[in-house]
Structure formats: structure tokens, C-alpha cells
């Protein structure tokens, strides 16, 4: 896979992410409460007959291998995000964390760094998660479910083992999918580029916990050409809408809002995109 980078300026917050080597930008963005605009691991599918240890040996049963809902919690923190793919049943939750730290030190995971999740709901709707350990880095999170299930409140994060001992409060919303046509335009070099983006997003997530994209962007105006999306996605409020078609799009990111009726785009600076730079918002139509 691709690294990527994008810049997140002004209302959202700005992070840049290089694989080792730097041969091209890895990107990871961030939320809705940072300063201006902020897989592949492979899972088999495996199918259990029957219930009990005793029908599978003892063994732990597999991770899934795709999670139904989109969160983004809010941390009260302009320099650290959390956005998770989620399941939840009647008493447990399972699914993959994205976090971005923009100031603690190593170690700490970056924002494609997947962070699994696994936790409870009790008969009250509290919620207890915690994660398997990435670079020694364990995050806690807790809260109370609302009766539907679309939100959490009254809660708390806490890393331990690094990104500094990160910890406290948090809230959390269920983020709609992000389907539909967008409209709006971006500043660039000056002038004015009239964006259009037609999205539907995927039902289920992929097993590292982002959901696909698939659609287009049209830019017209000073960088006219229309790009088929292709390894586009979306997890809680972050958004990368790439393209390998044309001249491609490889760094155009955004933040958008858990109703998924107004997206914030920025171009990394120093990508080699025909709109490298540009900063706008697109809403639905």
C-alpha cells in the first residue's frame, strides 16, 4: 500500500504522515474538534457450526472481518483524535480504532495503525471497551449508550503503555454514511475550483476498519477533469477521497460533520495533485 500525506489547516487540525522510505505521502486526518480540516491486513473469513468450546476445539473464535457503523468520539482535544468501525449486539462491541496524536511522543500509533476493540454493554447501556495492545499501546474507552444506540455520553478515554498516558473525558456519535452528491468549491493559487463529488459509501467496513468509497470528484474552473474514486474512505469524520484515474488525487482529505451534510477538503501542499493546496467545503445536495 501507498503512503500518503494531506495537510489539515485552520479549523481542523494539520498532520503529516511519510512511510519509512518517503517515496509518497501517507495521509491521516482528523476531526471535527481540532484547530482548521484534518488496509491491509488480511482476515480469513472463517465459519463456526455450532456452539460451545467443545465445537471449535477451545479456540478463541476469529476477529471479524468487517464492522456495520461509523463513530467519531470526541476527546475535548485539539491535538488528538479517535474514529472506530463499530458492531455492537445486545451486550458486547467490537470493531477497529483510528487514532491520531498530533504531540505525544513514542510510542504511539498513527492514525492507519489499527487499533482492535473489543468490549461490553451492560442491562444500563455502560459501556466498557478496550483495545489489543499496538506498539505496546493500550487504549480504554467508557461511556453510557444511549437507549438508541447512536450516541454515548459521560465517558472517558485512558492510553497506557504510551502516546504519553493520554486520558480524559469523551463523548461519542454514530456518523451517518456518507452518501449522496456534494457540491461547493476550493480556493487554489488564487483561484476559485467548483468541486462536485458523488458518493456512496460502503454498508460494512473493511477489516481494518475503514469504510469504501466509490463515486467521483469533478473539479472545473482553473483544474478541469473528473477522477473515478479508487481507494476512497471513510471512518468516523475522516474522509480521503483518492483516485489513481487521470492525473489522480492522491492527497485530497477532509473532515466532514457526523450528519454527513457538509464535508471540509484540503490538498496536502506538496502533492502532486493538479489542486495541491486548495482548501474548501462541499455540502449535499
Not at 471479524?64 to 472506530?84: G, K, N, Q, R, Y
Not at 438508541?148 to 473525558?169: E, I, K, M, V
Not at 452518501?179 to 459509501?201: F, I, K, R
Amino acid at each position: 500500500m501507498r503512503a500518503k500525506a494531506a495537510r489539515i489547516s485552520g479549523k481542523f487540525a494539520e498532520i503529516l504522515c511519510w512511510n519509512e522510505q518517503e517515496n509518497g505521502p501517507r495521509q491521516s486526518e482528523t476531526l471535527m474538534k481540532s484547530p482548521y480540516l484534518s488496509l491491509a491486513l488480511s482476515l480469513s473469513l472463517i465459519i463456526l457450526v455450532g456452539c460451545g468450546s467443545s465445537k471449535n476445539g477451545g479456540k478463541t473464535p476469529p476477529p471479524p472481518t468487517s464492522f456495520a457503523e461509523s463513530w467519531h468520539f470526541d476527546v475535548f482535544s485539539s491535538s488528538l483524535t479517535i474514529d472506530a468501525a463499530l458492531t455492537l449486539s445486545s451486550n458486547s462491541i467490537a470493531g477497529v480504532a483510528h487514532f491520531q496524536s498530533y504531540t505525544a511522543s513514542s510510542p504511539c500509533p498513527a492514525f492507519f495503525d489499527d487499533l482492535p476493540l473489543s468490549g461490553t454493554i451492560d442491562g444500563q447501556g455502560h459501556v466498557s471497551i478496550k483495545s489489543s495492545a499496538v506498539m505496546g499501546v493500550v487504549l480504554s474507552l467508557n461511556g453510557v449508550l444511549a437507549s438508541d444506540r447512536a450516541s454515548l455520553s459521560n465517558g472517558s478515554y485512558q492510553f497506557t503503555g504510551g502516546c504519553d498516558g493520554a486520558t480524559g473525558p469523551l463523548t461519542g456519535v454514530k456518523v451517518k454514511p456518507l452518501t449522496g452528491l456534494y457540491a461547493g468549491t476550493m480556493l487554489w493559487s488564487g483561484n476559485t475550483v467548483n468541486v462536485s463529488a458523488q458518493l456512496t459509501q460502503a454498508s460494512q467496513s473493511d477489516p481494518d476498519g475503514f469504510f469504501g468509497l466509490s463515486g467521483t470528484v469533478a473539479l472545473e474552473n482553473s483544474c478541469a477533469e473528473t477522477f473515478t474514486l479508487n481507494g476512497a474512505s471513510v471512518v468516523g469524520g475522516v474522509v480521503h477521497l483518492y483516485s489513481n484515474t487521470g492525473t489522480g488525487l492522491e492527497a485530497l482529505t477532509g473532515v466532514m460533520d457526523p450528519q454527513a451534510q457538509q464535508i471540509e477538503l484540503d490538498d496536502y501542499l506538496y502533492s502532486d495533485d493538479c489542486i495541491a493546496g486548495a482548501h474548501g467545503i462541499v455540502t449535499r445536495q
